[in-house]
DNA sequence: CATGAATGAGTCTTCATTCAT
DNA sequence: GATGAATGAAGACTCATTCAT
């Protein structure tokens, strides 16, 4: 049982150290909901269960906060992917499996779709997040991507091509999901599993030829 | 008595019939660059060449002006489809290719681009305008690739398969090369030709198996 | 039957001359339902069929029309007055009976109150309307009064008091009765017989005494 | 780097408690000036010596702040009456003439001509504000003279008559005082005191007859 | 004369940001 | 540190007024 000590009935202050990360969790709701411009750091503060002054202690600006956000959100998703390559013994088509799969359990995450419903509304207005995202998160994915085809080609699975030259072409159906189901999603939403089946059923009868 | 300064304002002028059609255009423009949140009305005035008031003679408020920008735009680009798809005597591969080609002729043209950026970025916050655009459009393609496909099957061209039953999987790939050039434009710019190519490619590879 | 001759479905254009009475009107309709401030000249002109800028043909600003509605409303109500007061054989009581009875008729009229709700309500913020107002009736009703008053004196059938030297109280109740209709009328009206016979009562309480 | 120049705007004052009150006594000034429709919200903020911004911490719109300042003026001027009327001992006529007394002295009061001035002009537009000082004022009073004339009746003071039936009558003076007074004060302004005196004068005279 | 498009000066309202407590 | 009152700079929207047709 707790003592009795607070009798005004305000939760347990929290660490201080919870704070900021609180009012990103608020801001990224609000921002994904709203988008930047028509979010306003007052529904941020009531989220975060404090008053708009407060948030000003920890992001200097609104757009502080709002880069502050998306930037916590970049995970370390694919941190792991060029050393699985690298070490892959199997076929090139079960790598990009591999991938594909990965990718689709990765973004269709509560978490993830919020961030990529921002990132996707509000990418083009902020440079600078864009570029975050392309350096830490896309870029990346590409880099892997481009070495999964040298990998193949090298292993003389695949010859070269227009669709190995350009091999981002070949996650383009998962792109669309997501992008799809933030904004056609409340009308006619894409059901993840059924679009991974068909996305690596295209895969595979595009590359699993002389299996 | 005063000297014949220069008389207050420009002279006004008196487009009538052109006068909406400016203002959407304006709008248009100013919504793709800012959002429909930070767009202020008197860019689009001043844009349009007229002041904030004049829109208010043509546009209730600013979402109507934003509403209608995004209805005006709707083209008929793919009402042409059905009858085109129903009279083809080719082969589902070529009709795929006829399709994507048009796909990317179509999309990556100045104004489709913008409006394609509206629509990503504010699609969501606008159930009326994502539903307008589903229901001409998008829900069109959608329509067109089934039959697609069902004719396919129907002439022992394809067999079911997870792809044939989603086959909007297929042109993921442009999906993503839109929203792609949207986000990440500005710092590594997908060439339409070259991911149609690739595109192309995968379309054959993945369909053309047996030539 | 009308001939044919005008096919749109027009109405027949007024005579020009009636113009500025239709706008007088109208205006007075708006500005008694909304006030000075409220109301638009373009409900104005719609009331009378035409458009905003015809107005200005007549007059030249919101407020001239403002000032030539109420003007044109003046009737000659009182004109009358002293001359029956002159003439008048009959007892004081009797007179005032006259005036109160013609008070209530002229004043419980859809043309006055309409008037009288805009004098009510924007005569503070109009001087020149209120000294209109003064000049051409409210004083002349008091100075009716004052000699109604200085006749019973002299006639020997009332004594120097407070009342016969502040007259005016004697019609308290009818002004009282129009602003409360003005006011409360939407919750308890006051019905203007009903008031009348009080009031009349009352004056032959007060004034009839000894007959 | 910059000379200590005066920083920027004023201090910025703290009277949490005092602040809806200040703004409220500056609404009713400028209220009662210039009528609701055009009272800018920037003249009050500049007479309570705050910001336009402020008022909207208190008060959700000019609306609120209108209804909000004519509910705070409500005195319970006619609380007491009741019981007054109640207890008294005295004649109807002294009764009268104590409630007729305590209505000059109630309303002609710098605070109080305001309201009226403000119910005067405006009550017609505000059903809402109408109906609040309907029920908390003016039917107060209304049901006051009701028993008070019943009273009389009962003790035969009085007979039944249209005047004991419509005993609003008694009190039309004071309210013409008031409304000439709004409308055409500056004129010829009716100096209360002499007007009481006629009114009780008059009253003295309806009812006082049987010594 | 009448029309109605266009203007431009407001006015309400919102909100990021600051600051005294 | 946190609070919330206050600020001030916008921005949407309105409307009296003007003017080309």
Redesign the interface.
Known sequence: MEPASEPTGKPRRRRKEARPHEIIVAGLAEFAE?????TRLEDVAARAGIVKGTIYRYFDSKEMLFEAALSSGIGSAFEALPEIVADYEGSTLDLLRLLVGRLYETLFTPEVELLA?I???????F?AV??LY?RLL??KGRDVLRRIMERGLARGELLP???S?????????????I??N???????P?EPK??L??????LE???G?NG
């Open positions: 709203r988008g930047f411009a028509a419903r990132i996707i509304s509000e990418g083009q207005r440079p864009a570029e392309y896309v870029g091509s227009p669709l030259a350009t091999p981002e072409a070949l996650i383009g159906p998962v792109v669309m999901a992008v799809w933030t904004i056609f999603g409340r009308l006619d894409i059924r679009f089946d068909a996305h690596l059923d295209l009868k595009a590359l030829h």
